[in-house]
């Protein structure tokens, strides 16, 4: 891989976005309720872009989801951690809000772009009564000026003709412009935290890299924090500052993205790795996360001290170390000043406390 200057910014910042011991459960009927997110933990910074990866079901949106309060409680039920946001100076935990200081954050503060843009946008209004709905929720403003700041976001976006394209409705936009409309409409109140989930789902290549240049080039030029969720490692590797690997509810890895790529120390991360072809190498069949993660020599940490042993809730025989029964067997390591692994819960571990996951850095090649 080629080799970067890998400097951590030394002017610290505070975070925008404190996600700490995040768990939530869904009602499952007459069955035990499903945990969706078991425990997590991670720090979004001001101009940074935090890459949330892993694979369906892991609980990456739900965990964007619970940031704006958008779990439907019930089924769904927020069973304990803070998720703490700068709200201009003073800091608020966003599960203890109401719905009305809710409507203030949401949309306004934190914003979000959503999976599919043609199930988010209504089809039976306009692009402009859309937009404007949006900024005349969270900006003191008249419906003139309204319209023209809808239009100041379709032109920050590259929407061609925008004024004429604000009485045009979702049909009569491609996928790609209908996904410009979402991010104009989620940026169009100024949010300082952008949740962009799955952004480039479902577009060819050339319109992915578009948008993901319009989120670059929006971020830098506003300071807006990033939380990408993504399936798509090159999408991370091009994109991101930091990493947060997720998987079955929990992180387990987190670290900043050349680090990551370089030398991924979790058996899953590197299963993931594994499993994307490469050019300079011929197979005839790719490895799959599975056997990377059932072949018990790849838990081993090495270099690292302490009796560290990676978790995995399916572990190969002979893996899985002695835990006491009354605590739970997985736990947030931090393993170097920037790496962070999702570890059995030793007596080792319990002896020696993780502060958890916060990295202020942005990486200097963009």
């Known amino acids: 891989m080629t080799q970067h200057l890998d400097i951590a910014n030394p002017a610290r910042t505070s975070p925008l976005l404190q996600v700490a011991d995040l768990a939530v459960s869904f009602d499952n009927g007459a069955g035990p309720r499903v945990q969706a997110v078991a425990g997590v933990s991670m720090t979004v910074h001001p101009n940074q872009t935090l890459a949330v990866v892993g694979e369906s079901g892991c609980g990456k949106s739900v965990t964007a989801m619970s940031t704006m309060q958008l779990i439907p409680r019930p089924p769904g039920r927020f069973d304990r951690g803070t998720i703490l946001f700068d709200d201009g100076g003073s800091t608020k935990d966003i599960l203890s809000l109401s719905e009305r200081e809710m409507l203030r954050i949401r949309g306004g503060k934190i914003a979000m772009i959503f999976q599919e843009p043609m199930t988010s946008l209504n089809p039976v209004y306009t692009i ?42 979702p049909h009569q936009f491609s996928g790609g412009m209908r996904q410009r409309v979402m991010i104009a409409m989620a940026l169009a109140c100024q949010p300082k935290l952008l949740l962009a989930d799955e952004p480039t789902t479902a577009l060819d290549v050339t319109i992915q890299a578009q948008i993901l240049e319009l989120l670059r080039e929006l971020q830098r030029s506003r300071g807006m924090g990033i939380m990408l969720i993504t399936h798509n490692l090159g999408v991370v590797a091009e ?38 072809p490469l050019l300079t190498q011929r197979k005839h069949r790719l490895t799959t996360v599975e056997e990377v993660v059932h072949d018990p020599a790849q838990f081993k940490l090495p270099g690292l001290a302490g009796d560290l042993v990676p978790w995995w809730p399916d572990a190969p025989a002979g893996v899985k170390p002695a835990i006491a029964a009354d605590r739970d067997e ?11 692994v999702g570890c059995f819960n030793t007596k080792w571990v319990e002896d020696h406390p993780s502060p958890r996951p916060d990295l202020d850095y942005r990486r200097d090649d963009m």
């Open 128 to 169: 402009g009564d859309q937009l404007i709905e949006a900024i005349l929720l969270h900006q003191h403003v008249a419906p003139d000026q309204a319209w023209q700041l809808a239009i100041q976001a379709m032109k920050d976006v590259g929407i061609p003709k925008a004024e004429e394209r604000m009485r045009a409705y």
């Open 239 to 276: 994109n991101a500052d930091v990493v947060c690997v997720m998987y079955a509810g929990r992180v387990v890895e987190y670290a900043r993205v050349f680090e990551l790529f370089d030398n991924p120390l979790h058996p899953y991360t590197r299963g993931l790795f594994n499993s994307i």
């Open 330 to 340: 997985y736990a947030l390591v931090q393993v170097a000043p920037t790496r962070w």
